[in-house]
């Protein structure tokens, strides 16, 4: 199991020791549907966030956000909210933000304890399942949905938007960051190699095969990791495939090998969430995230890199 990980100078610092596989088996993620979220009782306590963000328009989200939301939705930024501060040199793209901060804002937001939290995006779902993710990390494991399907299928449902930014009474939300769900760079370059790992790469097969790299400056991925590009758990309507139908994807990744050696990463750690949520979906217990991800990997030049399959 991993130990505390705290922050030095304002940078996650993880522990570096050996560390076993055994992660902790939490809740099945959750779904919900656009019906059945537009037929819940309103609720003044329920938290909705609207997690859509773009990465070559950092403007989009908020953009789209004032443009028409999901009534009673807050805006969720994945820069200003939900990653901690870039260090050149020592961080990836997206770092894990500082704990006590994150617990702060969604307090602020309104999360309770025990609240209902419904997340969406614009549809794939990998922003949304990257704030999951968070509120997992933080102990945060119920009554937490997933909109399936995002916002265009709460459009093609023909429900309603909102233009109004909802006033927020405090929430109560006390948090502890699960260090066992972090997997640092020093954490894997020990595990390479080993027969037991599963190393799971969410981005698209031509980034992953280093034949194209539009957003990092080196292109291909850990050596012994294996493409599992995150929308292939999605359905051609854009909804999440049914659960035995992830589990049989998860199981063709993982062969002889138990899902305790499964680590989850893409370029900054966002996208490697939506793999880590259909894991969920699929019966599996979570594995850890290995957050830097690509962006981080890169930045020490003697650590290896692999091409092609």
């Avoid at 443009?67 to 770092?95: N, W, Y």
């Avoid at 025990?114 to 990998?126: K, S, W």
């Avoid at 992830?246 to 063709?252: I, P, V």
Wanted: aromatic content about 10%; hydrophobic content about 45%; some cysteine.
């Amino acid at each position: 199991m991993f130990l505390a990980a705290p922050y030095k100078n304002n940078i996650y610092v993880y522990d570096e020791r050996p560390i076993s596989f055994q992660v902790p088996i939490m809740p099945l993620a959750q779904l919900i549907t656009p019906a059945e979220l537009a037929s819940r009782p309103a609720d003044t306590t329920r938290l909705v966030l609207d997690c859509r963000f773009a990465l070559d328009d950092l403007a989009y989200g908020q953009r789209s956000y004032n443009e028409g939301h999901i009534p009673g939705a807050v805006f969720a930024d994945l820069e200003q909210h939900l990653s901690g501060t870039i260090v050149k040199g020592r961080t990836g793209r997206h770092p894990l933000p500082n704990p006590q901060t994150l617990v702060e804002q969604l307090r602020a937001w309104g999360l309770n304890n025990d609240g209902e939290v419904i997340l969406y995006d614009d549809g794939p779902g990998a922003f949304a399942a990257h704030v999951w993710w968070l509120l997992v990390w933080l102990g945060k494991r119920d009554n937490v949905y997933l909109l399936d399907g995002g916002l265009k299928a709460w459009k093609e449902a023909g429900l309603p938007l909102d233009h109004v930014v909802p006033e927020r009474t405090a929430g109560d939300f006390v948090g502890v960051a699960d260090n066992s769900l972090v997997f640092s760079a020093e954490q894997l370059e020990m595990l390479l190699g080993d027969p037991e790992l599963t190393l799971i790469d969410a981005r698209a097969l031509p980034r992953f095969k280093g034949e194209v790299e539009p957003i990092d400056p080196v292109a291909g991925h850990i050596p012994g990791a294996q493409c599992a590009v995150f929308t292939d758990n999605l359905g051609s309507d854009g909804r999440f495939l049914p659960a035995e139908q992830l589990h049989a994807r998860f199981a063709g990744l993982l062969g002889e090998r138990s899902v305790d050696g499964l680590v989850a990463y893409c370029g900054s750690g966002v996208t490697a969430c939506h793999n880590l949520f259909a894991l969920s979906l699929a019966g599996y217990p979570l594995a850890p995230l290995y957050a830097g991800s690509w962006s981080e990997w890169i930045i020490d030049p003697s650590r290896p890199v692999a091409t092609g399959l």
